[in-house]
Structures are given as C-alpha cells and as structure tokens.
C-alpha cells in the first residue's frame, strides 16, 4: 500500500477502524475455515455417451452419461443453453418468462442433431459440441463439450483470429477483452483503483461478440463466481450451479432489443437527472450544502442536484439523518427545490450494531440479516464500524428494507445513491465481503454467499425502487448504484465507483462505460476528476469536457482531497466550465429523446464508434472516442498539454459541431484543440434539438441525397401522465432538402414557435405549408408545420 493510500484509509476509518479490519479479516477467515466445502481431489467429466435424445418445447433435450443439456429457442433469434446438473439460477435477473413457443425444425442423424429456426442453425453432436450458425452457413460460435469438475462447470468457446469480445460488465481494460482473464465477483477495490484492476463493481457476465461472421451476444445466467480466460479461446468456469446461458443473434439493435426483452428495459429516468450534479465526501452540514449552492449562483453556473454522502447519518447509522448537521432537512430540500436543485442522499447496507439504534432493532426482531451457518447473525465493517447486513434474498428482508424509505423521501431527498453494496466488509487482507458460507434465503430455497453475492447489489436496488415506487407511484424513482448484476437497469444506473485522479483513469473511463452499455448497463457516469486525489486544473477540466456527454454528469471527490467545486479552479477554468455546463443544458432535449429511446430499446445512449459500421474492422479498438446517440460524435481529450488529436471517423459525412467543417469518413487524421473545447462531430442527416431560456432550435445537418428520421420526446419531465414523439423525415437532394412534421401522443407541443438552424450549406429559401417564411442568414423561426421545403445555394 503507497503512503497516499494509508492517509486515506486513516482518514476515511481511523486506527479504530484499522484494528476492526484485521478482527473482520481473522473472523472471516476462521468462519470459511470452518465451513467451507472440503474439495478432495475431482474428477474432470465430460458429457460422456450420449443416452438419449428428446424433443421439448421449442427445442431438444439430450441426456449423456454424466450430464444433460437443453437447447430451446426462446425467439427466432435467442436460444437458452442449460446444462444440468446444477442448481438452476433463481431468476432474479430475468424479465420475462413466458415466451411464446416456437416450432424449430429438428434434424437428427447417428451423429449429431440441429434445430432450425428461422436464420439459425444450432447443432449438437454426441460428444457434446455445439455449433451456432446462421443461415449462409457461417460459424458464429462453437462450444466445446463443457467439462464439470466437482460443483464447476467449465466451457470453452473457439473464437476466430479476428474475434473481438466487449463487455463482461464494468473492466478496468481494454475495450476489446481479448486477450485478458477477468473475474466476475463484485468488488470493491478500497480505496481507488485504474486500469488493470480486476475485478470490480459490477461483473455482469454478458458479452458482445465481434468477427467476420458477425456478431452476437452471451448472459452467463450463473451468478456464482466464476472466471472468464479470453485467448485463443474463450474460457468460462463457473463456481456452482447448472450452465445455463442465453445467446442472441443478429444486428446490434436486435441483439439489444432482445436482451432487453430478456433482462428487462432499463428506467426511464426524471429530466432533471439529466442536470449537472455535485458531490463530494465532506459536505458536512447544512451550511456547506448551501454554500455550495451559494457558490454556484454567485460564478452563474448551472446544477441540479447536489449530492449528500455518508455524513449526513448519524454515525453513519442508515436511515438516519444527523439532527445537529442538518436540523432541517425538509427546510433545506424545499429551499433547494425552489432554486430547482435536488438533493440525493447515500445509502449503505451495512447496519450499525447498535442496541439503541431502531432499525438494528427492527431488523434483527424481524429477522432479516444475513447469518452464518450456525444461525449467527454475521458481523461485518463498514464505516459505522462493527455493522449487520440485510438478506436482500429474503422476499421479507426486501420488503423491511423498502419500508426504510419513507424517512428520508419525506424530508424531501429525490434520489438515492446506493454505495458499498458489492456487499463491501473492510478487511485488511483477502475478500473485502461477507464469508463464503454466509447462508442465504434465495427466496426460500437456499444458498451460501457464492451464489448469492453478485446478486445483492441488484436485490438492494430493486428494494429501494420499490420503495420509491409506492412512496410516490406517479414519479420516477431514481437511483443510481455502484454495485449490480444482470438486471439492475430495471432499478438503476451507475457509476464507476473510486477511480484515481489520473489521466489514466481519465482515459480510462471511455472503454468502462463503452463496456457497460454494451453489458445492458445503459446509464452510467464517472466521477469527474477521479474519486481519491486532487486533479490539477487541465485534467479536472478535460474529465469535465468528456463527461458533459455521458447520462450521469457527476463530480464527487473522496474526503481530504482539495475542493472541486466547477469554481475551485479559477479562470479560465471557471468560465470554459460554464460554456460546457450550457452547452449541456442545451442538449437536454436530446439527451431526454435518447433516455426514453434506451427506456424502449435497451440501447446505451453512448456506444463504440464501430457501431456506426460493424463492418469496418478499423474501428473495432476504436476507444478513445464514442458516440452519444446516432447523432454525435465526442473525441475527448485524454492527455496532458494535448494541442493535437488524432480522429477516426466512421463512413459518413460529418459536421464539426464548433464550426461546421465538414469530414468525410472513413478517415483519419489530426485536429488541432484547444483548452477551449473537444472535437465533437455532427452526423449528416441528423436533427440535434437544443434548447436555451424556453425557446428550442432544432439543428439541421443535412445529408446528400438522402432521406433520414429524427424524433424528439416530450413529455412532463417525471411521473407517466401525457407525452409526445415527434417525427421529422428529411428527405435531402443536391440543392434542397424537405422536412415533414408528423407527432404522436397527446402532450401539447411545449414552445409556441421553433428555430430551424440549417449547418453547412447556404440558405436562400423557406417555404412553410406551401408559404414563403423569411429567413435570417441560416436561420428561419416558424410555429409548428407539417412540410417545410429549404432551398439551398
Ligand atoms: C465509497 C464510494 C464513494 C463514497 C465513499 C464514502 O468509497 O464509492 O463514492 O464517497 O464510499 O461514502
């Protein structure tokens, strides 16, 4: 440990709390020694001779000597693999179970068997191998027969030369995985952590495959441990239950559609969480949260939320608030409110051991704390010091936990910040989490902490949105969390947890959120500046720049590190910050389209630039760039005193959204920058709806000879009353370009006129319904239309 993380560690526990990390680590250690599974020595078995052959619904059943496997199409183009034995995963994860059944075509000959349905082709044969292939013929995967070792399972999967693997859910890595050995074990790396790491917060085990034959999608449904060596081949162990995992075929958008389908659509969050947020470990009080908020009055700046940590608890006792640091918590929500900023508040699960402390009462009267095998209610660290930790996979512990809410909710707080819920113990060596042989519920049926650790921060969030939900049914619930599973968009977004001040982490951070998106985690954030140092004024600004266009926009900072408010800098700073913080303001409009198109499609709103044309394998490693919805494109900077950057762009034609230069990719090529601004590019074709003091200007970059479709949403900004979409068909040529106006849903258009700015071409002429409309250089103002035409020089 480097010295700077031992202040940190004195800072954030004290000597107390150091001592309570080496009791915590012996009481671990002494509990898994007890009751650990002894493993003797295992014997690697595969399927062996095939025994029978069956067909089931949707698909087919064999059954070899030492194991069994179901292959069923769930869709035409998602199949569920489940090979037996095992414990079946308790579907916790999963949205939808009544699929309707297909009718696969089964071929069988003496030495393997298909199924067939609409463009795929599965094929088994009698030692197990499973061959995926589409319709042409082309191998998209094959799984070798899988080996069981005791309760593991291990599979290996041959990919191709070419093949590129993204995502496994929240890495410290490369965009592409390949090659690397990951862990899927959700961790929390204490203190900070940078690239390399592994593993980390959330470890969704849902990848998105790349080759020349194309791509396709895998969810492990296994939520024990379970390790994942990508090489030549793809290695999966998992340590216990059945195999069972699903695979989607297809274009990016079905993939993400289906999986959507499978794990469920992500929340569709309240506009306001679209605003800037400010946080920090060491808002104290009540005064520094509202001087916070004087402070960005006063340097004209824009937020809308502000974020309180753990020292608003009494002793950092949840669902407590501190009455001498914050006497009047409904005052000073209603205060903010009226200035239009929120405020969320940090929740942990550890509950403080504590006999004068309600909720521990309660809790324990109630029985909903994890326990050890002996029936003892198990003690970990956290900050409150010797703390219990609900049994999220208790239907009843869930249900105690979301009855908690209400304390806060009616103090006014507007979302939660769920933290620490990997589980997190401190312990000063090994596993920082709950022992092994923990017991679980399961809901009733069973489990140690193996299976049921990746699923506790999911199972905290479902609770807490639950929570939410029945305190105020007509709004929105947001929370965002640091730990999770398959599933938690349903609940949540997230964050990238405590990563380090550097410009490595900085850098860091584009292929982590790429990889969540691409793992079904669609709405995530970074902490601006990086969680445990004190960046300098470049990096803090540069971290700020790029973060301006993810959905969580975020600075937080560890406790004792330097202030970071946007002003803490000085100029010119301050004043490129307040350009960024309006020019995301602006964008609301279509960073709020973009939420509901993710709510619908599963889609994240920032994905790879090889999106744009899967086909090019130059943009396969692409990472240091992304895309913000189809429109834009953010190549941020990620490197001291960098006056110069490297671009790639995809085919297309695409505007510089500073000055309107136009570039045709594929290309590649250098671009000055300033401290100023990051290359941002406009795809042709696009509409980037923008919105300053009530009024909006849609933003036209027209196309040649082409026709394309935009949509903006509306609606009330929270709860589920009225919206409306509406749609623009343009419909481009050399010279002119026709614009047609259609909108669906009942909620009233919100500005009694639009601005229509045309980019990168020379504007002679409008016509409005058939009407001539005056034009100011680029610029023409109009009510609501059907059809414009726009006649260009
Ligand atoms: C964890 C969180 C961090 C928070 C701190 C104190 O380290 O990741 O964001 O500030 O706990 O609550």
Not at 202 to 213: D, E, V, W
Request: aromatic share 14%.
């Amino acid at each position: 440990m480097d010295v700077r993380k031992i202040i940190y560690v004195l800072r954030a526990i004290g000597i107390n709390g150091i001592v309570r990390t080496l009791q915590y680590g012996f009481a671990r250690d002494r509990v898994d020694n007890k009751y650990s599974k002894r493993v003797s020595a295992v014997k690697r078995l595969y399927p062996g001779e095939l025994q029978s052959e069956n067909s089931i619904k949707g698909g087919i059943l064999l059954k070899y000597e030492h194991s069994s496997v179901e292959l069923i199409f769930l869709s035409p183009n998602l199949i569920q693999i489940s090979w037996e034995p095992g414990k079946p995963p308790f579907p916790y994860s999963i949205a939808k179970s009544d699929w309707e059944t297909q009718q696969p075509l089964i071929k069988s000959d003496t030495s393997s068997h298909s199924i067939i349905l609409g463009d795929f082709n599965v094929t088994i044969d009698n030692t197990g191998d499973i061959c995926f292939q589409d319709f042409k013929g082309k191998i998209l995967r094959r799984d070798n027969p899988p080996i069981r070792e005791g309760d593991q399972w291990n599979l290996s999967t041959i990919l191709a030369p070419e093949e590129h693997i993204y995502g496994l859910g929240e890495r410290a890595s490369s965009l592409n995985l390949r090659p690397g050995n990951y862990c899927s074990w959700n961790t929390d790396p204490a203190g900070s952590y940078t690239h390399g790491n592994d593993p980390l917060y959330i470890g969704t085990p849902i990848y998105l495959s790349l080759s020349n034959a194309g791509s396709y999608l895998v969810y492990y449904d296994n939520s024990f441990r379970s390790y994942f060596q990508i090489g030549d081949n793809f290695k999966a162990s998992f340590d216990g239950g059945m195999l069972r995992y699903y695979l989607i075929f297809g274009s990016f958008e079905k993939i993400f559609e289906q999986l959507a389908e499978l794990v469920g659509r992500p929340c569709m969050p309240p506009r306001w969480v679209l605003g800037y947020h400010q946080s920090r470990w060491g808002y104290r009080t009540e005064a520094d949260i509202r001087e916070v908020v004087k402070g960005f009055e006063e340097h004209n700046l824009l937020v809308s939320a502000i974020h309180l940590d753990i020292d608003y608890m009494d002793g950092f006792r949840v669902f407590t608030i501190n009455s001498n640091r914050f006497p009047e918590m409904k005052k000073l929500t209603s205060d903010l409110e009226d200035k239009g900023i929120k405020l969320v508040a940090s929740l942990n699960p550890a509950v403080k051991r504590d006999r004068k402390y309600e909720v521990f009462n309660q809790g324990s009267s109630k029985d909903v704390f994890c326990k050890l095998p002996n029936g003892k209610i198990l003690s970990g660290v956290s900050w409150p010091g010797w703390s219990v930790f609900p049994d999220f996979t208790k239907p009843e512990a869930r249900k105690w936990w979301q009855d908690q809410y209400q304390s806060l909710l009616s103090a006014g707080i507007s979302g939660i910040w769920h933290d620490m819920n990997e589980p997190a113990s401190f312990a000063a060596w090994g596993d920082k989490t709950f022992p092994i042989s923990t017991s679980h519920s399961m809901d009733g049926r069973g489990g140690d902490h193996l299976e049921a650790h990746n699923l506790y921060g999911l199972l905290m969030n479902q609770a807490g949105y639950e929570a939410i939900h029945e305190y105020a049914p007509n709004k929105r619930p947001w929370i965002f969390s640091r730990a999770g599973w398959a599933g938690l968009h349903r609940y949540a977004w997230n964050w990238t947890g405590d990563v380090e001040s550097t410009w490595e982490s900085l850098k860091q951070t584009i292929p982590t959120i790429l990889g969540l998106g691409l793992s079904g985690h669609a709405f995530s954030g970074v902490d601006i500046g990086g969680f445990s140092g004190s960046p300098g004024a470049e990096l803090y600004l540069r971290w700020f720049q790029m973060a301006t266009f993810l959905p969580l926009f975020r600075t937080h900072s560890a406790i004792g590190t330097k202030s970071r408010e946007p002003w803490a800098y000085g100029e010119p700073t301050t004043g490129i910050i307040r350009n960024f913080l309006k020019l995301r303001y602006k964008l609301i409009p279509y960073l709020y389209t973009l939420a509901w198109e993710t709510a619908h499609t599963g889609i994240s709103p920032i994905r790879p630039i090889f999106v744009e044309n899967p086909e090019d394998k130059g943009l396969w490693d692409v990472e240091d760039e992304f895309l913000l919805g189809n429109a834009v494109l953010i190549a941020p900077i990620l490197h001291e005193k960098e006056y110069k950057r490297r671009i790639t762009l995809p085919r297309g034609n695409w505007y510089s959204f500073w000055d309107d230069q136009q570039y045709i990719g594929p290309s590649q090529f250098e671009l000055p920058v300033t401290l100023e601004t990051i290359p941002l590019f406009i795809k042709s074709g696009s509409l980037l709806p923008m919105e300053k003091s009530g009024k909006i200007c849609i933003n036209v970059y027209p196309d040649i000879d082409n026709t394309n479709s935009n949509r903006i949403y509306f609606d009330d900004g929270d709860g589920y009353g009225a919206w409306r979409v509406d749609n623009f068909h343009f419909n481009a040529k050399q010279n002119s370009m026709d614009i047609s106006w259609v909108h669906e849903g009942e909620f009233p258009f919100p500005y009694p006129f639009v601005t229509i700015q045309i980019h990168g071409k020379q504007l002679i002429n409008a016509i409005v319904d058939g009407n001539p409309r005056r034009i100011q250089g680029n610029t023409l103002i109009t009510p609501i239309f059907k059809n414009l035409n726009l006649y260009f020089e």
